[in-house]
């Protein structure tokens, strides 16, 4: 059975994702519609049923669920062996268990076991259901922060395990207490030397950077939170000195000051060696573009300088009139002489301007410059052509190229450990990309070049990225940043963002694109979307009339329940009213003072405050307000909850108080309570003018105060204690003297009033002055004393005097022959033996009644009631249930003579059967015999004309039993006596 998914309406304090699962496992029905509404009502999203733990085993096999919510005492597998089972196979899915068993040895069992909470059922449903929904949630957040942790530490863990440079923590005197990473790569040292102290970081430090190094230690020794970022040389164990980068921040203690620091340093050294030939390289770049000028120069046909441009001496070292007259080819480098001798031909041949191939001349101090030189041929000169060359010394820029070759490699290097992804587009195909875009995509560089890019986005976004593609390449302005979707390897979604702009690579227009992951941002903003729209249904939903307050008090937004109280809709209400226009004229000035204050500082007036509110009919309402400011604004939140029917209630409460004290206050009973079992708390009337005293000066009194007899005193604190301790009713009779000297004996019921957790609020107490009747029934039981005193020596001195009369009747019998005289000796031994069964009777029915009725059980009574009865030639059949009566301690003489009356007046008997069964609200007990059964005329007087059967029904009639005979004659006599409810009770 699966719940419907209900949209959240109220968003909680924790904040915890309403996309909850969870699986409510309890086999009444009832209980499990009942969680469903409560559970989904207060904003879970999904509730799946199980009526038994098997079933939810089956169940957990097939899905997984965010909580597991089950009941304990469940048929076949109880809720804590369904736990167990659980954690037995490694789930631990968060576990609550809810159930009405709250016995402390089943609390510790289900904890032991796993559980993760438990909840008692009972009480108000709704605060049940949101203490459970509450649970659940915060459960489940604990879960999912684990989860996120261990991934976090999983990445960390990968960080570290991939990390290149040093990761520390250490002191202010330059001992570690943590580093991770390249120490012994960078530093030379090992890692020994660097935690026995052997070496600490300060002295590897160059001797030249150290002034700087420590510039800043004051700082991060004194000011909380302050960091840095700085480079400098260190020199490693073999001498090698090598540069670093140190990115470091101070760590505090629990007081807010510096104790330590940490931070993480690289070595930099290959990147500053290619830094500082850059630099060189441009500085000396920029000292011959400022300083030097091409060498202009006039050669003949064979190769002779007629004429030379002083900038040769800065270039060749050669003065002018030095170079004058030589041949450019006892300059030139053997391996460039010919093609330089073909290029000066080709410029006589063909009289134009050429471009000469680069070539090399030796220097005045022997070393070679590279030369790019133009020439043009002239005729304008004495004694033949000429050749007019302008040379420029490019051998700066030659080794300037060799610099720029490594730096575009070192840039090559950067693109491609660039976290974005970077790609150039030609004609629509991957012409370069990085490795960071191969990543993203799952593919490998190889894989994706010269390949179409089109393939690689997601299919309905295709449309849109050509359209833009074309576009862009057409020259057109369109924006450079947009959002789109990939498609990768594995053919998931990845969400980025496109940087592209036009540029030119090898000689042609391309399309430079740079890809960023926005998932994680995507995330952010929906998260931030989730987080908006939950609080605005906090704002909607928190069940009382909000409204938020600007500080000129018009209102800037009001929710639907302060539309429905006011009357106004939100359109009528929002930055047109004041709230002021709601409140009383009697309250006014003091909730406009409230705001006053409340601005200048926001404790000065009250949070919390009733006042009375006037709805657009003019209808007031009872008001519980809560008002507290926006922190950095001067704004007002204000939640108005309706108390109109809590203050009737509460009147109502009160005059039904008073109306009560009155009514107590008019019985002659004693009743008061006790709030504590050594403090009295209030009294009625009849209490207190039994005590002789006013009902102020008992209330709230103590006992020793009330009552200083120290005798009188312990009995009421001790059954005081018994009511408060054990939780029960309390029966006791007190002896207590009055104010006027007078001791007297109240019987007093004590009864304890326990609050929803089953804790004793207070003990209501009444009492009845018995001194009068326990004096009457102590006279009364003298009286009986003295009579069945006198009746026992009546009854012996009587039956003394039969010994006597029965004796010598018998010997008399033995010596008269007149069988007229015999008979009357007879009659005087057949009467003395009825006086004498007569007075047994006697003695056993004085004991009917003298003794407080008690629980028996019919079995045992039976059993004790055959004793002395013969029943050899009877058959005795009994179907008793294990039930007991409350009767008379003698209830075993009922059955002893009904058994005994059966079996002298049953004839020709042969079975008597004892049974019982329910009969609507009472209990019937059934003793049937096969014998003659008894006439009509016989029934009337049955009860009172035999001995037996009369103290049978008075036996019975002391706790309200009947009995009475149904039987037929000729078919055996049937009694049937009748126990009403109350009277009986099972054992089993």
Request: with cysteine; proline share 3%.
């Amino acid at each position: 059975m699966t719940a419907s998914t209900s949209a959240p309406s109220v968003q909680h304090e924790n904040h915890v994702d309403n996309d909850i699962a969870v699986l409510f496992v309890d086999d009444d029905i009832a209980i499990q519609e009942l969680a469903m509404l409560f559970i989904e009502k207060e904003g879970i999203s999904r509730v799946d049923t199980s009526t038994s733990a098997e079933a939810a085993l089956f169940t957990l096999d097939a899905q997984s669920y965010d909580a597991i919510v089950s009941d304990y005492q469940m048929p076949g597998m109880d809720g804590i062996k369904f736990l167990k089972a659980l954690r037995g196979k490694g789930d631990n899915t968060p576990f609550i268990l809810f159930t009405g068993r709250g016995r402390e040895e089943v609390v510790i069992e289900a904890l032991n076991s796993g559980a993760d909470f438990y909840l008692q059922k009972g009480g108000d449903p709704r605060s049940q259901f949101a203490e459970l929904t509450n649970m659940i949630r915060r459960l489940v957040s604990q879960r999912r922060s684990q989860m996120a942790l261990r991934e976090s530490e999983q990445r960390y863990r990968s960080f570290v395990q991939n990390f290149k440079g040093i990761a520390f923590r250490g002191r202010f005197d330059f001992t570690p207490v943590f580093f991770h990473g390249e120490w012994e790569s960078i530093t030379g040292y090992s890692d020994e030397e660097l935690r026995s102290g052997q070496v600490k970081w300060n002295q590897i430090v160059h001797p030249d950077d150290i002034p700087r190094y420590k510039e800043n230690g004051p700082n991060l020794r004194e000011i909380p939170g302050f960091s840095l970022e700085r480079e400098y040389r260190i020199v490693r164990k073999d001498g090698d000195v090598r540069w670093v980068q140190e990115v470091v921040t101070n760590v505090l203690d629990e007081c807010g000051k510096p104790e330590a620091v940490e931070g993480v340093i690289h070595d930099i050294t290959d990147r500053k060696t290619a830094e500082e030939a850059v630099v060189h390289n441009l500085l000396h770049f920029k000292a011959l573009i400022e300083n030097v000028s091409d060498i202009i120069a006039v050669v003949d046909q064979s190769g002779v300088l007629q004429y030379v441009s002083p900038s040769v001496t800065r270039i060749l070292g050669y003065e002018e009139k030095d170079a004058i007259s030589r041949s450019v080819f006892d300059l030139i480098h053997p391996d460039d002489a010919e093609r330089l001798a073909g290029s000066i031909l080709r410029v006589v041949s063909n009289e134009r301007q050429s471009k000469f191939s680069e070539f090399r001349l030796r220097t005045k101090g022997g070393d070679w410059v590279v030369l790019e030189a133009t020439g043009t041929v002239s005729d304008g000169f004495t004694g033949g052509a000429r050749v007019i060359v302008t040379a420029r010394d490019v051998t700066e820029r030659k080794r300037i190229e060799d610099a720029l070759i490594a730096s575009e490699q070192a840039f090559h290097n950067f693109i491609d450990r660039a976290c974005d992804g970077i790609t150039i587009l030609q004609n629509s195909e991957l012409k370069y990309l990085n490795a960071s875009l191969a990543k993203m995509l799952m593919f490998s560089v190889e894989e994706l070049l010269g390949k179409p890019f089109m393939d690689h986005i997601w299919p309905d976004e295709v449309p849109k990225i050509e359209e833009r593609y074309k576009r862009r390449m057409a020259g057109e302005n369109i924006p450079s940043i947009y959002e789109t979707a990939l498609k990768r390897k594995d053919g998931t979604k990845l969400e980025v963002e496109i940087n592209a702009g036009l540029i030119e690579y090898d000689g042609d227009p391309a399309d430079l694109v740079i890809i960023r992951e926005i998932g994680e941002r995507k995330d952010a903003e929906k998260a931030l979307k989730e987080s908006e729209t939950r609080y605005r249904a906090i704002f909607e939903n928190t069940g009382t009339a909000t409204i938020l307050v600007e500080d000129d008090m018009t209102i800037l937004l009001a929710n639907e329940e302060f539309e429905r109280l006011s009357g106004f809709s939100k359109s009528e209400v929002e930055g047109i009213l004041k709230w002021t226009q709601f409140a009383s004229k009697k309250d006014l000035k003091r909730l406009s003072e409230y705001h006053r204050l409340r601005r200048i500082d926001p404790k000065a007036a009250p949070n919390e405050f009733e006042f009375t509110f006037v709805d657009r009919d003019g209808h007031e309402h009872s008001i519980s307000a809560t008002v507290d400011i926006i922190p950095g604004t001067k704004m007002s939140i204000k939640s108005y909850r309706d108390i109109t029917d809590l203050k009737i209630a509460q009147a109502t409460l009160q005059k039904e108080k008073e109306e009560r004290q009155t009514l107590l206050d008019n019985i002659e009973t004693m009743v008061w309570y006790a709030t504590d079992p050594e403090t009295y708390g209030s009294f009625n009337r009849a209490r207190a003018e039994f005590l002789g005293k006013t009902k102020e000066e008992l209330e709230g009194k103590k006992l020793r105060e009330v009552n200083s007899i120290p005798e009188e005193y312990r009995n009421c604190l001790a059954s005081n204690t018994e009511a408060f301790s054990k939780k029960k009713t309390v029966h006791v009779e007190e002896w207590i003297t009055t104010s006027k000297g007078d001791r007297r004996l109240v019987a007093i019921t004590k009864t304890p009033m326990l609050d929803e957790k089953g804790k004793v609020k207070f003990l209501v107490c009444s009492g009845i002055d018995v001194t009068e009747g326990r004096r009457k029934e102590e006279e009364l039981k003298l009286a009986a004393k003295k009579l069945n005193l006198s009746g026992s020596l009546l009854r012996h001195d009587i039956m003394n005097q039969l010994s006597v009369i029965m004796g010598y009747a018998g010997m008399a019998a033995e010596q008269i022959k007149n069988p007229r005289l015999l008979r009357y000796v007879s009659r005087i031994e057949m009467a003395s033996k009825a006086i004498k069964k007569a007075l047994e009777f006697a003695k056993e029915y004085q004991e009917v009644g003298t003794k407080a009725p008690v629980w028996k059980n019919l079995k045992d009574s039976l059993k004790e009631g055959l004793v002395g009865l013969n029943l050899v030639d009877v058959s005795l059949f009994t179907d008793l249930d294990d039930v007991e009566v409350f009767a008379d301690p003698m209830l075993d003489r009922v059955f002893y003579n009904l058994i005994d009356n059966a079996c002298r007046h049953g004839d020709d008997l042969k079975s008597i059967s004892i049974s019982c069964k329910r009969s609507g609200d009472n209990l019937k007990l059934i003793c049937e015999d096969d014998g003659i059964g008894i006439p009509e005329d016989r029934r009337e007087r049955l009860f009172s004309e035999g001995h037996g059967l009369q103290m049978v029904r008075d036996i019975l009639m002391m706790t309200g039993i009947t009995i009475t005979e149904k039987g037929k004659k000729g078919k055996g006599a049937k009694f049937e006596i009748v126990i009403p409810q109350g009277n009986f009770r099972f054992l089993n």
